[in-house]
């Protein structure tokens, strides 16, 4: 018997140190950020692709509005590919020191490439919510919020042109986000314990 209980935190490092990837994939609003936020606390590096975007958004001198996001993630992956997310990240997760957690992932392309470069390393979540509550989630939110108009044609464009229905469709494992946040968060607590 343990002197003190065992925590998830415990058994999380004590065990094998197989897996260092977890790649996060949802539609917007679906909570990928909550879960990214307690896998940092538990110790995991987070790489955020949506970084690449915001970074040529700034050097572009545009204003950061989900418009020009869009335009400026369409535009690079139109000129450089798909994965072109995960082929600019890729040197970051690999000089990771320990378990990294990827904000984000979006296209089927960057799932591949992610995938071939990784191989079991890699662990695809989906996190999943209900349209109606995303975008209630996406209208309140205090960095970027969205209106239901922008909520529904950001998730065409990115279901449309950014290949993002393959990864969920194709996830390890799903956490679905309908509850409270203290749900979801046990949620991945059950998660990690089993992977």
């Known amino acids: 018997m343990f002197a003190q209980p065992v925590t998830l935190r415990w058994a999380w490092e004590n065990r094998s140190q197989d897996l260092k990837t977890l790649a996060l994939v949802g539609m917007p609003g679906s909570g990928k950020s909550v879960v990214t936020e ?4 538990q110790g995991f590096q987070r790489i955020y692709f949506g970084d690449r975007v915001l970074n040529e958004v700034k050097t572009r001198g545009l204003v950061l509005s989900p418009e020009n996001e869009r335009l400026v993630r369409e535009e690079m992956r139109r000129e450089h590919g798909m994965a072109i997310m995960a082929m600019l990240s890729l040197p970051v997760i690999r000089s990771a020191q ?3 957690v990827i904000d984000g992932l979006y296209s089927f392309s960057e799932y591949r490439l992610l995938r071939q470069e990784l191989g079991k390393d890699l662990v695809l979540i989906a996190v999943v919510a209900t349209r109606v509550l995303r975008y209630s989630r996406l209208s309140t939110r205090p960095v970027r919020p969205l209106t239901p108009m922008q909520a529904e044609e950001r ?6 042109h950014l290949e993002k229905g393959g990864p969920i469709a194709i996830a390890d494992y799903t956490l679905l986000n309908n509850g409270s946040q203290k749900e979801l968060l046990n949620a991945v607590d059950d998660l990690l314990l089993k992977i």
């Not at 998730?155 to 449309?160: F, G, P, R, V």
């Open 155 to 160: 998730d065409l464009a990115e279901i449309e």
């Open 98 to 100: 320990g378990k990294v």
């Open 38 to 41: 307690y896998l940092q606390k």
